[in-house]
């Protein structure tokens, strides 16, 4: 089917994500499923197509990374069309943590999924405002950002960050920061943590372990909140694994579970980043919007990752 015929489905492409090689596929698979093609060329296009997209299409995918996702998501969020338009990820982006985490294999399976798969509604994040799907992540220095290869991206994900920042620690301030969650519907009393940190981690949809994909439930209504206190310094410093450090029983982490938190700094503001996208702020609240986006899942999605049982484990009082 033409392009031009099927403006009820288009497909966001960041032609330069990942190693760049999945253009020609992504355009051919695309046009053979009825897809209008917006390819970006500058900062903000894919929001901005998503924008304009949202109102008249049905569907709105993203080809890219878990960054070109975000931003059709906070695109068709900014049309207040997410009640209307349901959205796919075709992962062409180096980690691809969040496709991997709805159980989209590949560039052929995304399409396959399209067509065949399931949809589901699921929760996504805030913060100040700002929509975020997989993760929210601060402490992560602009040096180690710069300087992580492509290929620890593949391997770790979001955590090949902390590996490089926590290999630059010489240089490295903690947070001196108050982190405060609210009373949930499942049980979760408000509770206060303040001290030093090293990163702050908070999962909608992935889950911070030392595997390069974990899913936590994105249907639950309430977001994963990981602590690295300072003093984790000393275990990091002393050669111990990432799958260590975020194992359920850490000595220096700390998590939660809460449908809303604020996160203060008691010094200088703080860069977070929002599925890859950066916002910098010395107050932070984020807040779950539950079963608000209704995205394409694969045959590997589980609604309920951990079959009742409740993980992590609520540490630390």
Same mark, same amino acid.
Request: glycine residues 12%.
């Given at each position: 089917?033409?392009?031009?015929?099927?403006?009820d489905?288009?497909?966001?492409?960041?032609?330069?994500?990942?190693?760049?090689?999945?253009?020609?596929?992504?355009?051919?698979?695309?046009t053979?499923?009825?897809?209008?093609?917006m390819?970006t060329?500058?900062?903000?296009?894919?929001?901005?197509?998503?924008?304009?997209?949202?109102?008249s299409?049905?569907?709105?995918?993203? =080809?890219? @990374?878990?960054?070109t996702?975000?931003a059709? !998501?906070? /695109? $068709?969020?900014?049309? *207040?069309?997410? %009640? +209307? &338009?349901?959205?796919?990820?075709?992962?062409?982006?180096?980690g691809n943590?969040?496709?991997?985490?709805?159980?989209?294999?590949?560039?052929e399976?995304?399409?396959?999924?399209?067509?065949d798969?399931?949809?589901?509604e699921?929760?996504?994040?805030? =913060?100040? @405002?700002?929509?975020?799907?997989n993760?929210? !992540?601060? /402490? $992560?220095?602009?040096? *180690?950002?710069? %300087? +992580? &290869?492509?290929?620890?991206?593949?391997?770790?994900?979001?955590?090949?960050?902390?590996?490089?920042?926590?290999?630059t620690?010489g240089?490295?301030?903690?947070?001196?920061?108050?982190v405060?969650?609210a009373?949930?519907?499942?049980g979760?009393?408000?509770r206060?943590?303040?001290?030093?940190?090293?990163?702050v981690?908070? /999962?909608?949809c992935?889950?911070?372990?030392g595997a390069? &994909?974990?899913?936590?439930?994105?249907?639950?209504?309430?977001?994963?909140?990981?602590i690295?206190?300072?003093?984790?310094?000393?275990?990091?410093?002393?050669?111990a694994?990432?799958?260590?450090?975020?194992?359920?029983?850490?000595?220096?982490?700390?998590?939660?579970?809460?449908?809303?938190?604020?996160?203060?700094?008691?010094?200088?503001?703080?860069e977070?980043?929002?599925?890859?996208?950066i916002l910098?702020t010395?107050r932070?609240h984020l807040?779950?919007?539950?079963?608000?986006?209704t995205?394409?899942?694969?045959?590997?999605?589980?609604?309920?990752?951990?079959?009742?049982n409740?993980?992590?484990?609520?540490?630390?009082?």
């Amino acid at each position: 089917m033409p392009s031009h015929e099927a403006s009820d489905r288009v497909l966001v492409l960041n032609p330069v994500s990942g190693s760049g090689e999945h253009v020609d596929d992504v355009v051919g698979l695309a046009t053979d499923h009825g897809f209008e093609i917006m390819t970006t060329e500058e900062s903000g296009d894919a929001k901005r197509f998503a924008r304009e997209a949202a109102p008249s299409a049905d569907l709105v995918a993203a =080809a890219g @990374g878990d960054g070109t996702l975000n931003a059709v !998501v906070n /695109g $068709i969020a900014d049309a *207040a069309a997410l %009640e +209307t &338009t349901a959205v796919a990820v075709v992962p062409a982006g180096t980690g691809n943590n969040f496709a991997a985490n709805v159980g989209i294999e590949g560039l052929e399976h995304a399409f396959t999924v399209i067509e065949d798969g399931r949809r589901r509604e699921i929760d996504i994040g805030t =913060a100040n @405002g700002r929509v975020f799907v997989n993760s929210c !992540v601060g /402490g $992560i220095t602009a040096e *180690a950002s710069s %300087e +992580t &290869t492509t290929e620890s991206k593949a391997e770790l994900g979001v955590l090949a960050y902390v590996k490089n920042t926590v290999e630059t620690l010489g240089e490295f301030d903690s947070l001196p920061l108050r982190v405060e969650t609210a009373t949930g519907s499942n049980g979760e009393r408000a509770r206060a943590w303040e001290g030093e940190a090293l990163f702050v981690l908070v /999962g909608n949809c992935r889950r911070f372990t030392g595997a390069r &994909t974990a899913q936590a439930n994105v249907e639950d209504g309430r977001l994963e909140v990981t602590i690295v206190e300072d003093a984790a310094t000393t275990d990091l410093l002393g050669g111990a694994a990432l799958e260590g450090l975020f194992g359920q029983e850490s000595t220096h982490i700390v998590r939660r579970r809460t449908p809303s938190l604020v996160i203060e700094s008691h010094a200088d503001a703080i860069e977070y980043s929002l599925d890859g996208e950066i916002l910098e702020t010395e107050r932070l609240h984020l807040e779950t919007e539950p079963a608000t986006l209704t995205i394409a899942v694969g045959d590997g999605y589980r609604p309920d990752p951990d079959d009742g049982n409740r993980w992590p484990l609520e540490t630390r009082g």
